[in-house]
């Protein structure tokens, strides 16, 4: 099971930015996503990219959210610009697509309020 470790959330303002990491060991070689999940509502993927770096965004965060991967770090990272109170929720990294079997990490808080 690969080990997945996220970090970077916090507490910013509407307007404000954050930069998620996501630690992944043994995933250098997948195309791998952004998650997030707002309290009662499912876990939807906001982005992902490839192992060339291809990229691709839902609708709601394209151009205010960047995802980029440091193969040699097995790292992966979230830039997150333009921050509005709809993207609070608790962020995950993972394998995109995601089996239903994958294990989870505890993810990383991110709360947009004034």
């Known amino acids: 099971q690969v080990q997945l470790v996220e970090s970077g959330g916090g507490l910013v303002q509407p307007g404000g930015s954050l930069t998620l990491s996501c630690v992944a060991p043994?995933?250098?070689?997948?195309?791998m996503g952004w998650y997030r999940q707002a309290p009662g509502n499912q876990r939807e993927l906001v982005a992902a990219?490839?192992?060339?770096?291809?990229?691709d965004y839902v609708d709601s965060v394209k151009g205010r959210f960047t995802i980029s991967r440091d193969n040699a770090r097995a790292t992966m990272y979230l830039k997150m610009n333009g921050l509005k109170p709809e993207d609070t929720a608790v962020y995950y990294c993972?394998?995109?697509?995601?089996?239903?079997?994958?294990?989870w990490g505890r993810g990383t808080q991110v709360t947009v309020s004034s």
């Open positions: 993972n394998f995109c697509p995601v089996s239903h079997t994958a294990s």
């Open positions: 043994g995933t250098t070689d997948a195309i």
């Open positions: 990219i490839t192992v060339d770096g291809r990229t």
